[in-house]
């Protein structure tokens, strides 16, 4: 018999990785955005056109790059965040992987300024191949510029949604770091009309700024016996039909678990009408040693040793929250 097994072209294995980690629009602003905080900027501006599909800005003012350190940052493996194994195990940064900026700069043109304060550079890179290096002139930070996403990639590219929907996915993705981080002022621009503006602030006036429709909420922080829950939920009123309103994080990363969801809905109990969905924004402070967030690219699902543990002190926590919102008490099912 005919052996058929081949080894796949460098080209081909290095589209599919960048597969993993740049799905759409919204995937490129999570990384770019993660890379500023990162690197300790203070202000991030969010820029996208037609959907995020033909360009997208993220601009810093981090520590930044020099010009030899922008020419590694964009090949694969190359990180300033880990150096052993162990250190993944009590990283403090978003990211550690080595692998956004080489994806991103795989399948986009990819235009990169940034400056440490002493050198400034530029890099442009189409389709992973660096085509020019020149000198800049700016002030301490880098900007990222993302054009034609997935040119190279058409059956990836005639996957994307509609521009109104990326545009969509893109702004969730901004309204969670808006919540996440609200020391760091952001600037979001879809074309060139603002869609927020937000100052350093706390996170109650973040909530508001994201959902401004909810007018009572309550903000907590309460120990458990996993370690710390904090955040804001909305008074039982306030509800949407789909959980578009409801953010957990778990040690400063967004994840996405509804059986987390459905705690929170379990904590309003009878207090909220029939499939109503509250409104939350809910921080888990977890030893890292009891929850692993390594186990996807995008880092969105987590995994808790103790899952029932948290649930069950999840629901207990909101309970004990929502009986505080004046005359929703007797509604709120007995423990
Ligand atoms: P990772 O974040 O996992 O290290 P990336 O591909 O996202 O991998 O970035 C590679 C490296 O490029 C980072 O480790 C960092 O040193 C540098 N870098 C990326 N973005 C920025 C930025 N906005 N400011 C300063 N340095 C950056
Ligand atoms: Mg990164």
Same mark, same amino acid.
């Given at each position: 018999m005919k052996i058929k097994i081949k080894r796949l072209p460098d080209e081909v294995i290095s589209k599919i990785a960048a597969g993993e980690v740049v799905t759409n629009p919204a995937s490129v602003v999570k990384e770019l955005v993660e890379n500023s905080v990162d690197a300790r900027a203070s202000k991030i501006e969010i820029q996208i056109r037609n959907g995020g599909k033909s360009y997208i800005k993220v601009s810093d003012n981090g520590i930044g790059m020099s010009t030899e350190e922008l020419t590694l940052a964009v090949?694969?493996?190359?990180?300033?965040?880990?150096?052993?194994?162990?250190?993944i195990y009590k990283?403090?940064?978003?990211?550690? *992987?080595?692998e956004a900026l080489a994806s991103i700069a795989e399948v986009s043109r990819l235009l990169i300024t940034s400056s440490n304060g002493e050198v400034s550079g530029k890099l442009e890179v189409v389709g992973g191949k660096v085509v020019r290096i020149s000198e800049a002139f700016r002030e301490r930070g880098t900007t990222v510029e993302v054009y034609d996403l997935f040119f190279n990639v058409p059956a990836r590219r005639k996957f994307l949604s509609s521009e109104k929907v990326e545009a969509r996915m893109v702004t969730e993705m901004v309204e969670r770091f808006l919540v996440a981080l609200p020391s760091v002022e952001f600037l979001y621009k879809i074309e060139d009309e603002v869609v927020y503006f937000a100052k350093p602030s706390r996170l109650s006036d973040r909530f508001s700024t994201v959902f401004p429709e909810v007018r009572e909420f309550r903000e907590f922080e309460e120990e458990t016996s996993f370690g710390k829950v904090r955040g804001v939920i909305s008074s039982p009123q306030y509800c949407r039909?789909? *959980?578009?309103g409801q953010m957990f994080f778990v040690n400063g990363r967004f994840v996405l678990d509804s059986l987390l969801n459905s705690a929170l809905e379990r904590g309003y109990g009878e207090s909220i009408s029939h499939g109503g969905k509250p409104y939350a924004v809910i921080f888990l402070e977890i030893s890292?040693?009891?929850?692993?967030?390594?186990?996807?690219p995008q880092k969105l699902q987590v995994k808790f040793s103790d899952a029932q543990g948290v649930y069950n002190e999840i629901i207990r926590v909101v309970r004990d929250q929502v009986r505080?919102?004046?005359?929703?008490t007797m509604f709120v099912e007995r423990p």
């Open positions: 090949q694969r493996y190359t990180t300033s965040k880990i150096e052993t194994l162990e250190d990283i403090t940064s978003f990211g550690f *992987r080595g039909k789909n *959980r578009t890292p040693d009891r929850v692993d967030v390594n186990i996807h505080k919102f004046p005359g929703f």
